[in-house]
C-alpha cells in the first residue's frame, strides 16, 4: 500500500468513527456520554493532527531545516493527540473498545517514533537510509495501527446498535 492510500484511509477510519458516536449518542447515562464526548473531541484533534502531518510529509525536503521542524512538530502533536485518547477513562460499557483502541494507538505510538527517526535524520548530514528505512517502517505501523482501529470501530458500531 502506498503512503498516500495509508494517510487517506486513516481520515477515512476517523470520519467512521465520528459517524459512529453520532448513532451512539443517542441515550446512556452521563458517564457514557462524558466517555463519548471526549473521546470525540480527540478524534477531532488527531484528524487535525493527522492532517498536519501529511501536509509535513509531502513537503519533506531533506537538509532543509523547515521541513525537519514542520515534521517533528506535527509528530509532537499527533503523539499527544493519541497519548489524549490512551488517558480517557471508559465506562464499564465502553471499556473493551477502549482497550483495543489502546491497542491501536500503541501501533500509532511505535509509527510515529520511526517517523520522528525519520524526521531526525531529514536535517544537514542525515542519513537518507535511514530516512527510508523509518518511513517504511512508520507507513507499516500505520497500517497495522489502521486494522486495529477499523476493529474498533466495528466493536463500537456493535455495541452501539
Do not use: H
Given at each position: 500500500m502506498?503512503?498516500t492510500?495509508?494517510?487517506?484511509?486513516i481520515?477515512?477510519?476517523?470520519?467512521t468513527?465520528?459517524?459512529v458516536?453520532?448513532?451512539?449518542?443517542?441515550?446512556?447515562?452521563?458517564e457514557?456520554k462524558?466517555?463519548?464526548e471526549d473521546?470525540?473531541?480527540?478524534?477531532?484533534d488527531?484528524?487535525?493532527s493527522?492532517?498536519?502531518?501529511?501536509t509535513?510529509?509531502?513537503?519533506?525536503?531533506?537538509?532543509?531545516?523547515?521541513?525537519?521542524t514542520?515534521m517533528?512538530n506535527a509528530?509532537?502533536?499527533?503523539e499527544e493527540?493519541?497519548?489524549?485518547?490512551?488517558a480517557?477513562?471508559?465506562?464499564?460499557?465502553?471499556?473493551s473498545?477502549?482497550?483495543?483502541?489502546n491497542?491501536?494507538?500503541?501501533?500509532?505510538?511505535e509509527?510515529?517514533?520511526?517517523f520522528?527517526e525519520?524526521?531526525n535524520?531529514?536535517?544537514?548530514?542525515?542519513?537518507?537510509a535511514?530516512?527510508?528505512d523509518?518511513?517504511?517502517?512508520?507507513?507499516?505501523?500505520?497500517?497495522?495501527?489502521?486494522?486495529?482501529?477499523q476493529?474498533?470501530v466495528n466493536d463500537?458500531a456493535?455495541?452501539?446498535?
Amino acid at each position: 500500500m502506498n503512503r498516500t492510500k495509508t494517510f487517506q484511509n486513516i481520515g477515512i477510519l476517523m470520519l467512521t468513527f465520528l459517524m459512529v458516536f453520532a448513532m451512539v449518542g443517542c441515550g446512556g447515562n452521563q458517564e457514557e456520554k462524558k466517555w463519548e464526548e471526549d473521546v470525540t473531541a480527540i478524534m477531532n484533534d488527531i484528524t487535525t493532527s493527522q492532517t498536519d502531518f501529511n501536509t509535513a510529509l509531502a513537503g519533506i525536503q531533506p537538509g532543509e531545516a523547515e521541513s525537519q521542524t514542520a515534521m517533528l512538530n506535527a509528530i509532537d502533536a499527533l503523539e499527544e493527540d493519541f497519548n489524549a485518547l490512551k488517558a480517557v477513562e471508559a465506562p464499564e460499557k465502553y471499556q473493551s473498545v477502549q482497550e483495543e483502541f489502546n491497542a491501536a494507538v500503541d501501533k500509532a505510538l511505535e509509527g510515529t517514533a520511526a517517523f520522528r527517526e525519520m524526521a531526525n535524520n531529514l536535517g544537514d548530514g542525515g542519513d537518507l537510509a535511514v530516512v527510508s528505512d523509518k518511513l517504511s517502517e512508520g507507513q507499516t505501523k500505520y497500517e497495522e495501527f489502521l486494522e486495529l482501529w477499523q476493529a474498533a470501530v466495528n466493536d463500537l458500531a456493535e455495541i452501539a446498535g
